[in-house]
């Protein structure tokens, strides 16, 4: 079933860049952004990505931890990050491919990659907001972010 406002996020437990375990009970307790990035190393992906990168201090300033997802590998993950300086997890939903996206309603079955999908979830894990974009070929509205997180 996937992600829906008002109920319980689905459960993960994925590798970082790092290869740290970061599951769903890691970010209880904080409001969360939970990112869906269908490709690393695109000028959209690492727009989007740099963006939360460069607001990270507002959005943690209300309480979220965040996490970007993508279907790439640990070691592609660990490069992009790098290259980008991303100083947050980044999970690979690798393997099996897209489970994690999956379970959200963020994968997209036709090219095997996550849409712009983004989950806000409150302390206690429960979806409270979806930003998206329903192109690939758009970002998602960044300052949403901000509204969803500070609703809560």
């Known amino acids: 079933m996937p ?36 490709f690393p190393f695109t000028g959209i992906c690492d727009s989007e990505a740099c963006a939360i990168r460069d607001d990270l201090g507002t959005l943690e300033g209300l309480g979220a931890k965040v996490v970007i997802i993508t279907t790439h590998a640990g070691p592609t993950n660990r490069r992009w990050a790098e290259e980008n300086k991303l100083n947050l997890s980044v999970l690979a939903d690798y393997w099996p491919h897209g489970a994690v996206a999956q379970q959200y309603g963020a994968f997209n079955e036709a090219i095997g990659v996550p849409m712009r999908e983004s989950f806000v979830l409150d ?13 690939l070929s758009q970002a ?3 300052e949403a972010y901000v509204r969803a997180l500070s609703a809560i």
């Open 123 to 135: 302390q206690n894990g429960v979806v409270r907001a979806v930003v998206k974009s329903d192109q």
């Open 3 to 38: 992600a829906v406002i008002g109920q319980p996020a689905p459960d993960f437990s994925l590798r970082d860049q790092q290869n740290n375990t970061v599951s769903l009970a890691d970010l209880r307790g904080h409001k969360a952004l939970i990112v869906f990035i269908p």
């Open 140 to 142: 998602r509205e960044h």
